[in-house]
């Protein structure tokens, strides 16, 4: 019996089952208090890479909560912090870190830095731009810049208005636009935010690395800035380290969250450029970038996230996610056989496809399915008619054969 006490996200209480009771989790599996186990899917919510309760990661947040749980880091720091902002440093080719703790408030931070950058130089620029379908987290900044995601009807009226770039179906078409928009008011824009390849909450939407590499071209040449959202694409998703090393890009902000700790806790991450760092500095506070978090590089997150890049960069972990992904493309060449199973796509570990039966996002019929695949032992979450994997990295070769089979049963009976 879930807790009465208890608002639970994304979800429509009167209407949806009752909360599955979750005991433990090993590997990609999880054990609920009743029922049979459950193939983790879509990584608890894209946040989980290597397994629940990986004895590496756990045992390096005991060791370090026994030496600093936490201490303020706004004129303090500490080794942990210390170590994960060089390490990502120098894994995307950025300057600096600036820590919060969830992928909206990595979001929340890009979007304040470069609208304080050109504040900051005294030729301030108001205009943002974002990708069509995009979402960028529930605080009012992301709403603001992912609000032709859908998502956020309650509080359209109250977000500050954003330019919307066409989705790039055609990708000519959306560059021409592009470059059309850049002459009308690329000296009023501050930045452009983007998913680089993949929209993961608008239905795993993809697009190519060339697309991606000319809209920052071009954005950068009108002298604004790049902020890409890596929230769920980065750490191999898309099958390099992050989305945007597909190209030959770098932004001059990178946003992280989710598995950034391997999904054990709490952190966001902005990178950025050097030149933007330095437009904060001056002898007045009103030049600082006056954002923090109570738990801003909390040392447990840190050596968390710390963990987890070691298990990363392992060979094991690369060796089993470009098996993912050659097993993603076996099964895609069964589903373009099949009726009904439309668009079906692979980027890196991340596939998808849409089902013809199923209704919109929280649609009873999309729920109906969700419970169709819970009884069979897999946890996952259509968006919409969408229907995607994206497994935690150590999933076995005949877990994930056993998906495939138990999807397609599940959508043809």
Known sequence: MASEFIWPPFTQTRTAPESIR?????????????????????????????????????????EQAR????????????????????????????????????GSTSVEVALKMALQFFQNAGVPRKRLLALEGGYHGDTFGAMAVGHSSGFYGPFQHLLFEVDVMPFPHDPDHTLQWLQTYLQEHGDHLAAVILEPLVQ??????MYPPTFLEVVCDQVHQA??????????????????????????????????????????MPMGATLTIEQVFRQFEGESFQMAFAHGHSYTANPLSCAAALASLDLLTSAETL??????????????QTLQQRPGMMNPRVQGTILAFEWQGSGAYGSQSSLNLRQAFLEEGLLLRP???????????????????????????????
């Open 67 to 102: 030496t600093l749980e936490h201490v303020i880091f706004a004129g303090f720091s500490h080794a942990p912090a210390e170590k994960l902002a060089e390490r990502l440093c120098s894994l995307t080719g950025l300057d600096r870190m600036f820590f919060s703790d969830n």
């Open 223 to 264: 002298g604004c800035l790049v902020i890409l959202d890596e929230v769920m694409t980065g750490f191999y998703r898309t099958g390099t380290l992050f989305a945007f090393q597909h190209t030959e890009i770098l932004p001059d902000f990178l946003c992280l969250s989710k598995g950034i700790t391997g999904g054990f």
């Open 22 to 62: 979750i005991m433990r989790g090993e590997g990609a599996v999880l054990y609920p208090e009743e029922g049979p186990p459950l193939l983790d899917l879509i990584s608890s919510w894209w946040v989980n890479l290597h397994g629940h309760a990986h004895p590496h990661i756990a045992q390096a947040i005991a």
């Open 200 to 205: 993961g909450a608008s239905g795993m939407r």
């Open 383 to 413: 968006l919409g008619n969408t229907i995607y994997l994206l497994p935690p990295y150590c999933i076995t070769p005949e877990q994930l054969e056993r998906a495939y089979q138990s999807i397609l049963e599940t959508l043809t009976t």
């Open 319 to 332: 060796v089993n996610i470009r098996r993912i992904e050659q097993q993603h493309h076996g099964f895609l």
